[in-house]
């Protein structure tokens, strides 16, 4: 007989009377096929449970045996379970090690253990978000009010000790959540998962903007080398245009009793300004439907979609049949915008053991969705009765609002510290004569560039640079020959040695003078030395980006700066 239709569960009418025994002797009632049948797929399904335990478990042991008693410390940090079933609010030093700190060698045998533990699907969606992490730097750099690198980044941790009865590894942060406990007691030997949690930002990579080529340099620099290769990738798009279909698909009426935030006047399905709560969502009070109430063709693309989310995982890790059957009672909901893919979309599908939510914030952000950036995708697979379970998307929420109250607070200390280097004239409101406003005392800093037919001149005002006094960095764009104020610039100050200074820091339009401005303040340190100020000219919407830089010398004659040129009023 071929064994090889064995392994792949295919019961064949050879197979099945040369396991019974009885061919050409006896003929095999129905009865006695289909419990053959079926304890044939409990035996294989046994062993195929019991291989992948043991691979699994063997590579978790390959892992550990590359750490150093120390880190290994490190790893198992609270292993007192102190931190099972609870999120990683903190992710800093004191628990696991942070991804990026990890050898060559335990960072082979990490992704050897998560493609085993994860299906091919699965695991390619799990390094692409991993990956992101390069582009969040990128556009970060790009675009300073991006919190990105505000956040921790992903970490590795154990609970508990390897080997032991019962023990577990992490992969965690907040954009990443992969959880796998072992149960190893005799008799047991089984492997089960906390919460999976998988977010793409940006749900569609937009293009990298392209270097203006017309400016005048011996040097380009181009920084979006990560983001131009990843231009128009998509990690999670088939599960949110799967979630978007089972919605669509709805009859009329069930899509109206289960919006979640239905506007009274325009009787529109907005997005929720927060996240429901597990506890109160199965109540009668909420508007929902049960999942054995829908049509056939209402149920294919429910399961459509629960199967995208379930293929993460491998079958032995969590069975799509059980799975599914514990749905089966489970009751769906959603927000949004289900028709337009640039638009916030919600989903959620929750029985009283599992919960599924997928998330999409808008491609351009017309209204803050609950603090989440736009053009992103949130997955999240729970099992609610879990001891290991916890809230991963809300902890990825707290984490944002806490990036934003930090940057918040340093622009507003950054913006302190330059009004105090402003006359107190100045700062009480009182007239004075400035000089330094017209933009007669302009001193230009190069010849006009151009980017996509758009002038761009820099410079700043006044003659001599000073430390200890305000510095007005300007941009002046015109489009055919006039004024043009839709840009987004800002600048970045570099010490002599490459070191930043300052970082992205907005200028902003002044209408009365038609001109991008901006005050910063340059310490007395710097009196003497070479200066790189970087200008950068961006218009939204485009996919082009100018940068400019020129070296001054504070408190020197601007002839004797090398590397700019200045023209005054032009």
Known sequence: MDYRDLRQGIITPMLMASLLGVAGVSPVTANQEAEAKQDILDFVQSRNQQHYMQTLNARVKELVTLFSSKSLQQLQKNNDRTIQGKPLTGLDSDIG??????????????????ATALDTGGYQRLTAILNQKFLHQEMAGHDSDL???????????????????????????????????????????RVSTGPLFMASYPTQVPPAPTIDLSQNSTEIHYPYLRWHEQAGQTVLWQAGHFARTTVKELRSVVRYKTCLNRQTLTDECQMIPKLPDSATFLAPAMPTVRIDQLTVAERYYFKRFVKTVLENWQPETRDPSDTMEQLNLARLAWAGNPDEQDQGFYLRIQSESLLIELLQTPMTLTTDTMGLPNNATFMVFRDLSSPHDFDPLSNTLKLLNQARKEAAAEKSSAMTQNMEAVSPALMMGESTQNPMRSNDAITWLRDSAYLEGIEIKIGYEGGQVATGTPFYPVVRTRLNGSLHKNMRVSVTLQDQHGQALIVGHPLKYDNERGIYSSVLNLPETLSGTPVIITYSVHQPGSQYEGIYDATLRPDMPLDNAPGSSGRKGM
Request: aromatic content about 10%; glycine content about 14%.
């Open 97 to 114: 090690i942070a991804l990026d700190k990890l050898t060559d060698d335990q960072r082979t045998y990490l992704h050897q253990l998560l």
């Open 147 to 189: 919190l990105t690198d505000r956040l921790p980044g992903e970490r590795l941790l154990l609970t508990g000790n390897p080997g032991s009865h019962e023990w577990g590894i992490r992969l965690g942060g907040p954009w990443l959540n992969i959880d796998f406990f072992f149960d190893m007691a005799e008799g047991r030997g």
